[in-house]
């Protein structure tokens, strides 16, 4: 049984409830489960079958790489394929660089995609930045599909965080090029927020987040953000490596947020191993929360560690 989030966020739903599952972020839902696919989008059937075993393994939401035309005039294949297979998780769009115009050129991709991811720090520069990302907007406004405003600290708007280096050099306010790079990161969500709802998008079709490799940084980072909006926040910590440095890292981090009441979405960013099993990102993310008391999905069985009095060699 899945406990209710304390916290008050707008809600948003992923999924139309007929082709695809409904699936609420925010607005008191529990927190929900995603995973991204690490296949050739422009690989139908082989992206279609790593969908559906994700979401077989418990992730609700499953987001896919669209970085190539190939890839994009890909997508409804990929969907057709999932629904075929009863598979009704939600699909999401990464979009960098290109997305205004990919969204655009294959309207198919646009109609098949549940959901969109913008990256505010490469849609462009200047005044074009500011066009392809409500381009990117407009779309979702025509398709009525909610939108993730992804920021990452390892692209970020270069102009935004050049002026405030300047601006701390200039007035002497002494903060460490970690803090401007943690500020601009907010600032860059909350700034691409305004316009994305300057552009047509309501309220209840945005999503935030920020990430951030720095478990300590990621923490400062969305304490400071739910502080600044009352927009759904997906949680992860990007690059978290691979294995057990994956695993303890991203616990670390959105562990302490998540029992804070920040987040309504998670993804655990592992790093698989050669020939590793994707979906252990996925059960990651599902113990983090079970452990949390969050969601249950699964009998939870204690067992001892071991030690010098124990009698039993099955461990």
Request: net charge positive; charged share 20%.
């Amino acid at each position: 049984m899945s406990v209710i989030r304390l916290h008050k966020t707008v809600g948003v739903t992923v999924g139309d409830g007929a082709r695809t599952k409904k699936v609420q972020v925010g607005g008191g839902a529990p927190v929900a489960v995603q995973s991204m696919t690490m296949t050739d989008t422009a690989d139908a059937r082989a992206t279609a079958q790593q969908c559906i075993e994700l979401a077989e393994a418990g992730s609700e939401m499953v987001r896919i790489t669209v970085n190539l035309p190939e890839a994009a005039a890909a997508v409804p294949d990929i969907k057709r394929r999932m629904l075929d297979a009863g598979c009704t998780a939600p699909l999401i769009g990464d979009f960098h660089y290109n997305g205004h115009l990919l969204l655009t050129k294959f309207p198919g991709c646009a109609t098949a995609l549940d959901k969109y991811r913008i990256n505010p720090g490469n849609v462009g520069t200047g005044k074009r930045r500011d066009e392809q990302f409500s381009t990117i907007c407009k779309v979702a406004v025509d398709h009525n599909r909610p939108v993730r405003i992804g920021v990452n600290g390892g692209s970020l708007n270069q102009e935004l965080v050049v002026a405030k280096m300047q601006e701390n050099t200039d007035r002497d306010l002494g903060k460490s090029s970690e803090d401007i790079i943690n500020e601009c990161m907010v600032l860059s969500a909350v700034e691409s927020t305004a316009l994305a709802i300057e552009s047509g998008l309501r309220k209840d079709q945005i999503i935030i987040s920020c990430k951030t490799s720095r478990p300590r940084d990621l923490i400062g980072v969305y304490r400071a953000l739910a502080k600044q909006t009352d927009q759904p926040l997906h949680l992860g910590l990007t690059e978290a490596g691979m294995g057990l440095k994956g695993l303890v890292w991203s616990a670390s981090a959105m562990g302490v947020l998540l029992n804070e009441g920040i987040g309504d979405t998670i993804r655990v960013s592992l790093t698989p191993k050669p020939n590793g099993d994707r979906r252990e990102e996925v059960y990651a993310a599902c113990e983090l929360l079970q452990a949390l008391g969050l969601r249950a999905f699964s009998p939870s069985v204690t067992a001892c560690p071991g030690c010098g009095r124990t009698k039993s060699s099955t461990f």
